[in-house]
Structures are given as C-alpha cells and as structure tokens.
C-alpha cells in the first residue's frame, strides 16, 4: 500500500460541492463518424460491394448535406442485405441507444423495410462471432421517418457494428431501394448505471461533507479501489480506511481496510488489516449507495453518495 500523505484538503469535499456540483451535462456523443452523409459515404463499409450510392436529399432538408441511398437488388429470400457498415470500439456493459432516419421512396415493392442494425463483438475489429444482434426497421412510405431502439450490451463487448441495408419480402424480384440519414449509436445515459472507469472520481456524503471517497476503478482487473477520507471517534483525528474488491454490473463487492503506523516522508511499515464489508451500488452517473458494516457489528449502514466534481461530460441523470 502506498503512503499518502494528507496533502487532501478535506475542507475541499464541502467547498467544491457547493461550487462545483451540477448534475446538468452535455447530450450523449455520437460514436459513429459520418453518419449524417454530408457530402460522400466515407468511413462506411460496403463489405459485399452492393449497391448503395451517396444522395443529395437531405432528411432536414439541408442544402448542405445529403444521405445514403441503398438499394436491394435481385431475388429476395427475405433477409436484409447489408449494404453499409461501421464498426466502432466500446468496451463493457452499457446502455446505449442507435437509430437514424430512413425514407422509402414511394415506388418501392410493397414491404420494403429500411433496416439499423446492432451487433456487438468480443473483439476489438467487429471480427469473428457476435454477442448481440439486434435490428429497428419500418414500413412507412413516403415520408422521413426517425427509427430507434435501446439495448444493454453484453459485458465482453469490445466492438459494435452498426449496419445499414433494407429487406422487402421472400421472392419479390423488383429493385427495392431507401434512404438513410442523421445515423447514431450513442449511451443511454438516464439509464446509466453499470460501473467502469467513468465512476472514478470523488464522491461524499451530502449529510457529512469534510468527508468522503476518491475512487479509482481498474475495469481491465475489474478492481475497484476506494479511499476514504474521514475521521475517528475523536474529533480531529484523521482515520485512513480503504475499500478494494471486484465489482461486476452495477455492484461492487468490497473489503474496509484501515492503514496505521505510518511516519511521513519515512519507510516505517505501514499496517493495513481488514475491518469490515462494504458494497456499492451505482444507481446513476452521479448517484451512489454505500453499504458498509464494520467486524462485530450487526447491522449494515446505508450511506447516499452523490459525485463532489462534475462528471464525465456526456453524463444525463
Ligand atoms: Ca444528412
């Protein structure tokens, strides 16, 4: 265990709140790049090299950009073929929502169906088996229409492929074609609450500010690692306690330590033994609850953290 020195101004846990604290943050980010179509189809992927061409019309009616427009061509057997791919990084287990705009031109085969897909891979280049495949379609004619669905992806995920091509029905022979805009793949951030290294950072108890937690969370060991900045029973006193576990989902799991013996500036042993079981809970990007219970007490005590700075910049409660 490294030594700390009490640099930490615990004054700080109550300035900064009153200062700092905002639960207000800016809209998710779109992980996907170009999927507004403003001038080409670049960085989408025509992997089978199937017909799909760049289109001035615009789903805003923006002069200044245009969309895809995506074709399937020959004898359907019903399924969709994928005309455009994207594949991005993102790792773990998060809620996150995709979608786009898609118009059926009004000369299509009855049942053409513009299709987003979600794929989700263990791999970090959208390679070998998927996790997850989810897909949101639509049958409206005519008219731009805003598609959109929701998913949890699976814990191994390292890559998502968002994929776009349309289907019409089983044996229909007629070019079926659409159009897609203003595509995104983006978190879900009002219902966030999975743990990963985003929670790091520092959190208090709004009943007790001067005191409070820096948490640091190491997803690649799944360890999340917590100091807690607080005092004894003796007023003044300063009492130097951990909390180190595993945490999966939404949970962690947790010993207390309490360190003593230290000199500053001095290599005497630090002692560090366990005292107690804790577990956190995230319920929202800046909401938490700590469950704590000492050796030889009974009961566990629930303590409400809120997060002291502002959170990662795309973070919606
Ligand atoms: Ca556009």
Redesign the pocket.
Known sequence: MTRVRPYLNIALFCTLAAVLFSGSALAGENYLTN????EDLSVWVNTWDRRGEWDPL???G?PA???ALLYNEGESNGATPLVLDQCVRFGGAQSLEWGG?VRIPSDQPNGTTPNIFFLTFPEDNCGGSFLQLENVGTQTVGDWVAINNQVITDPATASIRISLGLSKPNGETATASSYF??VYLRRTDSTYRFIDDRMTGSWYNPDFPGQGFVVDISPSISLFFGGWYTWTDTPGAIDWMTLQGEFSGEVANLKIYRSSGGKFLDPTEVTTVPIGVAEVRFISCTEAELLYKFDGEGDFTLMPLMRLLPAFYDCVD
Do not use: M, P
Request: glycine share 22%; no cysteine.
């Open positions: 999927g507004g179509f403003d615009d789903a805003a923006d950009s245009g969309s705009q805009d203003d």
